[in-house]
């Protein structure tokens, strides 16, 4: 069954500035809800612009002043309720900060879904409670709903495929879905701009965001620098060797922290042949390069998990999945095995190609999220 919403039951919508959120405000309020807006502001879109290398330029990102100007006029425009509620401290903290360590480890973190887990549903449905809201509705292409058999909430793809954002929400715990309303779930995207426009909102053809918050242009080294930087830490030395599979010293690096695994661009060696990252060594911080091929891996292990459509896999147990890899991977077969502990390994029926440590890895039964985590 889908949740039940009373009409005279107050929702909390997560109003990020954008013409999903922003939707979804106005079809709740329209329908009879009472609604009041949140807007969580995370990073202060000014604070690296222009130094060391960072533009100044601040476009186009999710999150920024001009985000929260569109969502109070929407606010007011549809009559309700908005408050913009400063996470910033507890951004930097489990956010930033864990995204730096990540790449400073060689290894590729994915900020959207440590938001989601960390900040955008844990702390909102905590200032929807302060305020008098039981549930937040958010304009996230996603499902929700409760299985009576199993007694659990199920997210699942959303009618729209191609704004899936399940991959970024593995991480919801069941009280989490339990207080969640993905309204968008079985919209597509033209018919939510069509909505928009209805509802005579000005942002009905504004742009989706692309780029990470905080790093403009998605230039992750000079956003390292810059932070470190301004944190008054040296930049570690994390240069090193560039080798070949077999071990053989081909070149040289400034910092692991410039690769992730599958890079061909900006390598800095010719070769006869095209060079890809295929592994990257944070202990002796060597880069291993190689051919296309080299890339490919049959498995995976992923860890500090989080189980939605079941309650766990025992050690010993195996279950048949398909399992993305990234937000653009088509998921691929492969037999789940439960290892102990907090520890899962992926068996794929077909080699994968650059499996990374740092990203997520999220297992679906068709459309429903079994569960995700994180790829060591």
Not at 57 to 77: H, K, L, M
Not at 184 to 192: A, F, T
Not at 241 to 247: E, N, R, Y
Not at 284 to 312: F, K, P, Y
């Amino acid at each position: 069954m889908r949740m039940a919403v009373e009409t005279n039951s107050t929702i909390a919508v997560a109003m990020s500035g954008g013409v999903d959120s922003s939707a979804v405000a106005a079809m709740l309020r329209a329908e009879g809800h009472p609604v009041v807006g949140l807007t969580l502001q995370l990073w202060n879109q000014r604070r690296l612009a222009g130094h060391e290398g960072m533009p100044e330029a601040v476009q186009g990102r999710c999150c920024s002043i001009d985000d929260v100007y569109d969502a109070r006029a929407v606010a007011e425009q549809i009559g309700i309720p908005y408050y913009v509620v400063n996470q910033q401290e507890r951004f930097e903290a489990d956010v930033v900060r864990p995204f730096v360590d990540e790449y400073l480890a060689g290894r590729t973190p994915i900020p959207c879904t440590l938001c989601n887990n960390h900040l955008k549903f844990d702390q909102l449905l905590l200032t929807a409670r302060q305020i008098g809201a039981e549930r937040i509705a958010t304009g996230h292409y996603a499902r929700n709903r409760y299985d009576e058999a199993r007694k659990r909430w199920i997210l699942s793809r959303p009618e729209d495929k191609s704004k899936d954002q399940t991959y970024f929400l593995f991480g919801l715990t069941q009280e989490q879905l339990s207080r969640t309303l993905f309204p968008l779930g079985e919209m597509v995207k033209p018919q939510v701009r069509q909505r928009a426009a209805d509802a005579g909102l000005a942002l009905a053809q504004k742009p989706d965001s692309q780029e990470i918050c905080f790093i403009p242009n998605g230039d992750y080294s000079a956003f390292l620098k810059a932070y470190l930087d301004e944190q008054g830490e040296e930049m570690p030395d994390l240069s090193g060797d560039l080798v070949t599979p077999a071990g053989e010293v081909i070149g040289h690096h400034q910092g692991i922290h410039s690769f992730t695994v599958g890079q061909r661009k900006g390598i800095g060696i010719s070769a006869p042949n095209p060079l890809y990252v295929l592994a990257i060594h944070p202990d002796s911080h060597q880069v291993t390069v190689g051919a296309d091929e080299g890339l490919m891996s049959r498995d995976l292990t992923a860890n500090r998990l989080n189980w939605i459509s079941i309650a766990g896999l025992g050690e010993g147990e195996e279950l048949r999945v398909t399992a993305k890899i990234r937000h653009r991977h088509t998921p691929a077969a492969a037999t789940l095995t439960g290892t102990g502990g907090d520890l899962v390994h992926a068996q794929f029926d077909e080699p994968q190609r650059a499996i990374t440590p740092g990203q997520s890895a999220v297992f679906y039964q068709d459309d429903e999220v079994v569960g995700g985590g994180w790829i060591v």
